[in-house]
């Protein structure tokens, strides 16, 4: 969300492109959440637009003659629907009536203007990714190192609340177990 005073000056686009850019860093595509107000909608659709665009004027230049929407996601970190929407909008796809498969059909005028948009304007803030310093989360538990995760494998610490309750259905439950299992200085009090 960028403020009133400031909108206009290109800092919306600069976010979007940043969590693009995480996304792409992680190796995953991403997407805004939904649903967007209108002028997240209007933006968004100008940067996916825009990075399209950009996409096909790269594969341009590296003369490549094909491509695919997953290429389109990994390179910009898109969504595939947010793609394939935004390619159908560019008019960029179309449905071959002969071999019933969807095409990609570049309209060179659309790229011309696009490379003309970029050249008149100046409200692009520059991202950086080659600064960018960030080790994506990978899904391990923080603070745990393999070998402190090994030597802690007892049996009370790997236990669910509802394996322990059915693992002692009386509910006594020791100090010392209590200990090993809530961790953190936690201690409930004995039933019965």
Request: proline fraction near 5%; aromatic fraction near 8%; charged fraction near 30%.
């Amino acid at each position: 969300m960028v403020l009133p005073p400031y909108q206009g000056g290109g800092y919306g686009r600069y976010l979007i492109d940043f969590s693009y850019l995480l996304s792409r860093t992680e190796g995953q595509h991403g997407t805004p959440e939904k649903p967007l107000s209108e002028l997240g909608q209007l933006s968004y659709h100008a940067y996916w637009k825009s990075a399209i665009l950009d996409f096909f004027l790269d594969q341009r230049q590296k003369s490549a003659t094909k491509t695919s929407i997953k290429a389109i996601c990994d390179t910009t970190g898109m969504w595939p629907q947010d793609v394939a929407d935004t390619l159908q909008q560019l008019g960029f796809i179309v449905k071959n009536e002969e071999t019933k498969a969807w095409e990609f059909a570049l309209l060179q005028d659309k790229l011309s203007e696009h490379v003309d948009k970029k050249s008149t304007t100046k409200k692009r803030l520059p991202l950086f990714p080659d600064k960018l310093r960030w080790d994506p989360w990978k899904g391990e538990m923080m603070g745990v190192t393999a070998t402190e995760s090994e030597r802690s494998g007892s049996r009370a610490e790997q236990l669910t609340g509802d394996e322990r309750r059915n693992a002692n259905p009386s509910g006594d439950t020791s100090e010392s177990e209590l200990d090993q299992v809530g961790g953190g200085g936690r201690k409930r009090k004995k039933r019965g």
